[in-house]
């Protein structure tokens, strides 16, 4: 259950690959992981939001910029670098956006800053191979037994390396219906499909039907799918008041609900989604929004000061007022993909200059000509050798150091010889 399915294989190449992975400690491989870099053709770019945000843990209060969404897929990502974020251990600098490349790599560089002793390095590795697929979406399976339910799998290992905590709020009550899901269904989301699945097969289509004069097992599945409808919004009024229930005051999560993820915060009179729609990047009235209900029709969006935001506070940007956030915007971002495009070129050129030196003969190094010694080499070295050995031959000059190679019979020409055809050898340059 996702926005995308997102498969992230580091089976190692070799067994004995595999031996070694194991022997390796989480900031070993550090030194040696290598996260696949999105290819530019597909790179995305994500608007940065600049919202005022009070520390829970030092109560200072300080601008932090959020990442924002403008299309499915990548709302696993984003939500979890906003929780980093919340939490101080992410700082994503000054420029308006964002590339998932980027944001990636900030992600790999904070996994390494903390890692916590109880997750190994394999789990490490299978992280760092998830990050780049976190563009598409996460795979996770729900446990409704508490807000805590998620089956074991790559998803619970990636936020638990994080350590930032993965709730939802589709919770069932411990009664008759909870008691079947629990345990006839194994308490999750595909077992109870399955269970209602195979009962309606063998019904011939009564239990999907709901027949209310099902009983025994076909009762039961009937009473799990009447629940699985009646919450498919995938939250219960129970869960919210579980989440309410077990989340620490002034803490921040990462919430599954809908097949979307969002950022959570708890605050001691209520919960609070992060908003990081795109629509609503420019305006900074609109930061939180309340959860109080299953049918949100009494949710309300608050500002950074957690104040309600209403129409009679003022109107919202007009449109001239909102092109020119946009123009502004997309101005930035063509700085920034300019300055992203000179660096590019500025590597390859450094990248060409160290290829050219590979290929000079040996004895020519940062420019300078084969046959001239170089005053700061001895003897003793290797350099040193071959130029006492070209010496001994008559190529180098034994007077003066950098000057250009005389044989020994030459005689140095006189101005009044400077009319005069030079020896056919008088240099030699190689």
Known sequence: MSEGPSKAPTTPASAKDAEASKEMTPLEIASTANIEPCKSDQRQYYRLKPIQWTDPQTNTRREVKIVTQNENGPCPLISLANALVLQGRLYLGRQPSISDEELIGHLGNTLFSRIDPKVSSTEVDDILGLLPTLTKGLDV?????????????????????????????????????????????????????????????????????????????????????????????????????????????????VFFRNNHFSTLYKRPEGLYTLCADDGVAADRRVVWESICDVSQENNKFYDSEFRIWTDSMSDRMDNEEQKQVDGDYAMALELQRNQEEEERKRREARELQVRQMDRMPPGMSNGALYAVPNSGRRSASVGGFENNERRNNGFLSSETPGTLPIRRNQRRQSPANNNKKPEESSCVIS
């Open 141 to 253: 399976e729900i446990k409704f037994t508490d807000v805590f339910g998620f089956v074991l799998g790559p998803a619970t290992n990636l936020f638990r390396g994080f350590n930032v905590p993965l709730v939802h709020g589709w919770v069932v009550e411990p009664d008759s219906v909870g008691k079947v899901i629990r345990e006839k269904c194994e308490g999750t989301y595909n077992g109870l499909v399955n269970y209602v699945f195979q009962k309606d097969s063998e019904s011939q289509g009564r239990v999907i039907g709901n027949s209310s004069d099902l009983s025994g097992e076909f009762g039961d599945a009937v009473l799990a799918n009447l629940w699985l409808e009646s919450n498919a919004t995938q939250l219960t009024e129970y869960g919210i008041g579980e989440l309410l229930r077990c989340l620490e005051d002034y803490s921040v999560a």
